[in-house]
């Protein structure tokens, strides 16, 4: 079927054309093999390919139906493309629905690792039966694997739409990751690590060993402290989830119906000085890049937050029609999810400082582990979470803490954040770096 999918995309549009709608599709194609080990044992040993294809149809006046479908065949396109206009007559029409006209793309290549694509499943499972017992001999105290994983795959996109555009994409990733703990006497604690990069050569087995055990390790002495302010240095991993909650407050469909604290904020101060944030989608380092979203707009790089001051949202076609402005190519789809809403790829802050540097304090709470963040209120921006990780006195960690809880606002973080570190890492639609955000409140004992 892939050989002349755009002949079969070409015939569905003509479909969607002939009864007076616009419209577009998005393919996505991921052949993947998996294998995974838990307390010695192989639990997963996979290889396959996935499809879906998600279909996006406009009326006339303005009218929207979606539908999807996992079955990558003419006969199954066309079938969801028929279910999406009989079901186009019963939504509200608005006008500010459309497609995309922007023909001219970047085709990406330099996303692509033949050596990636043509592991064996059987060098897949070495990978991850390697990274079980590598963990195990580690240290005495590491007593059982939760999980150990290793993956690669391979994956295409076709978008095509009645404009007559039509774009394609080829990548590759390979990740790692494991789970584990580790137990002393009455005490026990869990350990976690991943990476993901475009190729397996990037993926490091014995980094991700270290940084979980130590993790493991550390959380055995770890207790609560006592409440109060603290200054706060996030783990990449932290500061990972930290951007990614500002997602949903900078999409400009949520500001758009009054869902976020950045609403009317536009040209605005929002955040410290040093604060820039930025969308990223060609990063060539990054283990995703995306030249065009999955509505056909070209992506770039732009800023979002410039100097603490509030630059753009995130648009799609539709809320950048709503704000009389251009999409800015934040409109992205996924295998499990083919039909797109507003997100990002490689979302990250600007680095200002060393890793060392900042760690270098008096004191500070370096918070590994967040629970509940992704529940914060886009609105108020009001949160309440769960924190564990090390405490640090003069560049050095002292001690570990636990089950403390911290609670304020993403405008305080955003105000009160003044260092980012260079170390990231990437979770494909955010990159996280060790990140200080002062005085911040936590509650303990």
């Known amino acids: 079927?892939?050989?002349?999918?755009?002949?079969?995309?070409?015939?569905?549009?003509?479909?969607?054309?002939?009864?007076?709608?616009?419209?577009?599709?998005?393919?996505?194609?991921?052949?993947?093999?998996?294998?995974?080990?838990?307390?010695?044992?192989?639990?997963?040993?996979s290889e396959g390919e996935q499809g879906s294809v998600g279909i996006k149809i406009i009326s006339k006046e303005g009218k929207i139906a979606t539908s999807t479908t996992n079955i990558l065949s003419e006969k199954g396109i066309n079938q969801a493309v028929e279910k999406a206009i009989?079901?186009?007559?019963?939504?509200?029409?608005?006008?500010?629905?459309?497609?995309?006209?922007?023909?001219?793309?970047?085709?990406?290549?330099?996303?692509?690792?033949?050596?990636?694509?043509?592991?064996?499943?059987?060098?897949?499972?070495?990978?991850?039966?390697?990274l079980e017992q590598k963990a195990k001999k580690s240290d005495p105290r590491i007593k059982f694997v939760?999980?150990?994983?290793?993956?690669?795959?391979?994956?295409?996109?076709?978008?095509?739409?009645?404009?007559?555009l039509y774009k394609n994409a080829l990548f590759t990733n390979a990740g790692a990751s494991i789970s584990l703990a580790a137990i002393d006497d009455q005490n026990s604690a869990m350990g976690f690590d991943?990476?993901?990069?475009?190729?397996?050569?990037?993926?490091?087995?014995?980094?991700?060993?270290?940084n979980s055990v130590d993790l493991a390790i550390s959380g055995l002495s770890a207790e609560v402290l006592r409440s109060g302010r603290y200054d706060i240095i996030l783990s990449p991993v932290a500061a990972g989830m930290l951007i990614s909650t500002l997602t949903t407050p900078l999409s400009g469909e949520n500001v758009y119906k009054g869902k976020s604290f950045l609403k009317d904020r536009l040209g605005e101060k929002v955040a410290n000085n040093v604060v820039n944030l930025i969308h990223d989608p060609m990063n060539g380092s990054a283990?995703?890049?995306?030249?065009?979203?999955?509505?056909g707009t070209n992506t770039s790089r732009f800023n979002i937050i410039e100097n603490g001051v509030l630059k753009s949202y995130l648009h799609s076609i539709y809320s950048a029609n709503k704000f009389n402005t251009k999409p800015t190519?934040?409109?992205?789809?996924?295998?499990?999810?083919?039909?797109?809403?507003?997100?990002?790829?490689?979302?990250?802050?600007?680095?200002?400082?060393?890793?060392?540097?900042?760690?270098?304090v008096p004191k500070a709470l370096y918070v590994t582990n967040i629970m509940g963040l992704h529940t914060a209120d886009p609105i108020s921006g009001r949160f309440s979470v769960q924190?564990?990780?090390?405490?640090?006195?003069?560049?050095?960690?002292?001690?570990?803490?636990?089950?403390?809880?911290?609670?304020?606002?993403?405008?305080?973080?955003?105000?009160n954040l003044e260092s980012v570190g260079s170390d990231f890492k990437?979770?494909?639609?955010?990159?996280?770096?060790?990140?200080?955000?002062?005085?911040?409140?936590?509650?303990?004992?």
């Open 146 to 164: 939760r999980g150990a994983s290793y993956e690669t795959s391979l994956t295409r996109i076709y978008f095509a739409n009645t404009n007559g």
């Open 329 to 360: 190519g934040n409109s992205f789809a996924y295998i499990e999810s083919p039909n797109p809403s507003i997100g990002t790829i490689n979302m990250h802050l600007i680095s200002n400082k060393t890793r060392k540097e900042i760690i270098n």
């Open 387 to 415: 924190i564990s990780g090390r405490v640090i006195e003069n560049g050095e960690f002292v001690g570990s803490f636990r089950g403390m809880t911290l609670a304020g606002t993403l405008q305080e973080l955003l105000n």
């Open 287 to 295: 283990p995703l890049i995306a030249s065009f979203d999955n509505e």
């Open 1 to 45: 079927m892939m050989n002349n999918i755009q002949q079969i995309l070409e015939k569905a549009l003509l479909l969607i054309k002939n009864n007076d709608c616009k419209g577009q599709i998005n393919v996505f194609s991921v052949e993947n093999k998996n294998a995974s080990f838990s307390s010695g044992k192989l639990e997963q040993l």
């Open 86 to 130: 009989q079901m186009v007559k019963y939504t509200q029409p608005d006008e500010a629905h459309d497609v995309s006209d922007e023909e001219e793309f970047t085709y990406i290549d330099w996303a692509f690792d033949v050596d990636t694509k043509n592991m064996s499943l059987n060098e897949v499972m070495e990978l991850a039966q390697n």
């Open 194 to 210: 991943f990476e993901v990069a475009q190729s397996a050569r990037l993926i490091e087995i014995d980094r991700i060993v270290r």
């Open 426 to 445: 990437y979770f494909g639609n955010v990159a996280g770096s060790t990140t200080l955000i002062r005085n911040l409140s936590v509650g303990g004992k």
